[in-house]
Every structure is written in structure tokens, then in C-alpha cells.
């Protein structure tokens, strides 16, 4: 009963953002501007992309009633407190789709995890083509999206977000 509603959820998810956006997908963004993010945390806090020009910064769209989301997110509390990875300049930014603050909360509390959340209202991802969650993208120092993968396919998944962060910390610091 749960696949079939989470099945559900994905296809009416996939159909609010994918109206007018055919065939688009957060592949197509890879290598252009990463548009710009403007979002509340779930803790009230104001986080804006383009501040974090010259950082890699990693946002995964998720949601608390996704099974593939909730498998993904330990990896992303481990990759958000990577001290080596934030020295070399990682931000993590586990971007919540469309759900209410307390529901977030609550969910972020219960597994311990302590990345920063900030709360789309579905605009941010219309923006990256995202129709269908998890969706991680990958932003360059150079403000341009790296790399963007769709799903989630546990070890393999792991191994290749981690391979595009890398690649993308290498990347030196873009001029002023």
C-alpha cells in the first residue's frame, strides 16, 4: 500500500512540475547558470545561491514521505558534516519540497540529522527541472550547475555524488 502511494505522490508530483516543461530535466541544466536559490530554512534562517559563489554547493530536493529521500539523507547529514569536505568548500543544502515546517522538523529531529533545510515552495524546483525526487544537484564554484542526478540507487548513487563533488572541489575558486 505505501509503494502504491508513494507511486502515487510521484507521479502527481512529477505532473505539477513537468506541466509546461516537456521533457526538461535537471541534466539539461548541467554545465549553465545554476538558477538563483532564495529560500527560508526550516529554522528561519535566509540562504541565498548566489552568496555561495566560490563554494560547491550540493542541493538535494527531498521530501519526508519519499522512501528514496529517506534512504539518500544519511549521506547527505554525512557529506554536510564533513569537515575535509567543508574546508575545501562544500555546502550542503537538503532542500525540502513543498512540506509544513513542523512535519520537517519533527522528521529532522527523530533522525538526528542536522543539515540546513531550506523550504521550497515549489518555485526553486521548477526552476531545476525537478520532477521527481530525490533530486541532487551539484553547483561549481564558478555559480554554474556541475552535475545534477535524479533518484536514488543507494552504493552507486553514493559513489557518484561523491565522484562529482570531488571533481567539483578541484575546480579552482573563480576571480572576483
Known sequence: MLARRTLVCLFALSLTFAAGRALAK?????????????????????VKLSAMKGSVVVMDFWATWCPPCRKSLPHIQEI????????K?????????????????GYLN???FT???????????KEYQVSGIPTTIVVGRDG??????VGFGG??????????????????????
Open 26 to 46: 535537471p541534466n539539461d541544466l548541467e554545465g549553465k547558470p545554476a538558477p538563483e536559490v532564495s529560500l527560508k530554512t526550516v529554522d528561519g534562517k535566509e
Open 89 to 105: 568548500g562544500l555546502v550542503v543544502w537538503a532542500v525540502n519540497a513543498r512540506e509544513k515546517s513542523d512535519v520537517v522538523q
Open 144 to 149: 554554474n550547475v556541475f552535475k545534477a542526478f
Open 80 to 87: 554536510s558534516t564533513n569537515k575535509a569536505l567543508a574546508d
Open 110 to 112: 527523530a533522525n538526528k
Open 115 to 125: 543539515f540546513t533545510v531550506p523550504m521550497d515552495t515549489g518555485a526553486s524546483m
Open 155 to 176: 552504493d552507486a548513487s553514493i559513489k557518484a555524488l561523491d565522484e562529482a563533488i570531488e571533481a567539483a572541489l578541484k575546480a579552482p575558486k573563480p576571480a572576483n
